[in-house]
């Protein structure tokens, strides 16, 4: 009887097992189904390392390169391009496996190699040094970016960042924790109701996330590989090697919300103590997506800072 009993369990636990690992391929392959070549595009298109690279370049006077965070786009400055641009030569991408670009089913996608991929849009378009912004993910992108190679990166801007080395755990890329990455990761862009509440948490006033947003978010999440490529970031992420903050010496504002729940203010003082010329500015009435909510605000204070300003 005991026998039994534990073969009827072993036989359940791995059907649950074979379960979790067949449901996101299922949800996936029923939710992702456009190609992005055949999807418009706000920007232009370059190949980096043969990767096909979305951006858009607006704007004149110093450069300043905006970095989207986990999930994001360049449509996560929709109200900050427009005004930056009429002072600066605003350039924004979608990093490898986002918003239009390319998702190749293979490939280093940790931030490390993100800056890297940055890096080389710079080269291309002619900008030798610049002022960067990276807001959650990107921040880390853009810290390392700085730290690896400072003559790149003027000033820095870090939006409710993500501390490099701490965005995921180690144990992360070690198996099963993948498997259970694109699991999670299938259910959050794929799951109309999960979905609109995780994206409902990065707002203060969660009325804020507007249906045309929402459904900028789903139509980007439809192109095939989007699944795969967040989770690849998680897995690579959590085998990039530590980051010594002390290394990047370039001016930094830490711009955050006063309310956010992923990357809190905790975590802004700590890498104010980390990093030697870092200055933290809160706006009010904000959460982690604090350029969108509090656009005018954060555009001010993004100004003022690259001006030489007080903040």
């Known amino acids: 009887m005991v026998g039994r009993r534990i073969l009827l369990l072993g036989g359940l636990m791995a059907g649950a097992l074979a379960a979790l690992w067949a449901y ?19 920007g232009n298109m370059i190949r980096l390392d043969g990767v096909g690279i979305h951006y858009v370049d607006r704007g004149q006077g110093p450069p300043l390169v905006l970095i989207h965070g986990l999930a994001g786009s360049i449509g996560n400055f929709r109200y900050n391009i427009p005004v930056l641009s009429e002072h600066l030569r605003v350039v924004a991408l979608d990093l490898k496996g986002f918003g239009y670009s390319e998702r190749p089913a293979a490939g280093d996608y940790s931030p490390t190699a ?20 990276g807001h959650s993910m990107g921040g880390a992108i853009a810290l390392r970016l700085a730290a690896t190679w400072p003559e790149k990166v003027d000033r820095l801007i ?15 890329a070690s198996p099963p924790l993948p498997s259970f990455l694109r699991l999670g990761t299938a259910l959050v862009l794929h799951q109309p109701r999960l979905r609109e509440i995780v994206l409902r948490q990065g707002f203060y006033d969660p009325a804020f996330l507007s249906p045309e947003m929402l459904e900028e978010f789903r ?18 992420a959590a085998r990039d090697e530590p980051l010594d903050l002390s290394r990047v010496r370039q001016p930094v504002l830490l711009l955050w919300g006063r309310h956010d729940r992923l990357t809190g203010l905790r975590v802004a003082r700590w890498l104010a103590d980390q990093i030697p010329d870092a200055r933290l500015q809160v706006i009010e009435r904000a959460r982690h997506m604090v350029l969108e909510e509090q656009a005018e605000e954060a555009n001010e204070a993004i100004l003022a800072f690259l001006s030489g300003g007080s903040t």
């Open 219 to 236: 139509r980007i999440a439809r192109i095939r590989g989007s699944a795969n490529a967040i989770a690849s970031l998680l897995s690579d």
């Open 114 to 133: 993100q800056a890297l991929l940055v890096g080389e849009l710079m080269d291309r378009l002619g900008i030798p040094r610049a002022a960067v912004l």
């Open 158 to 172: 870090l939006v409710d960042s993500v501390p490099p080395g701490r965005m995921v755990p180690r144990f992360a």
């Open 24 to 42: 996101p391929r299922w949800l996936v392959k029923r939710c992702e189904n456009l190609d992005l070549a055949d999807v418009p595009k706000p």
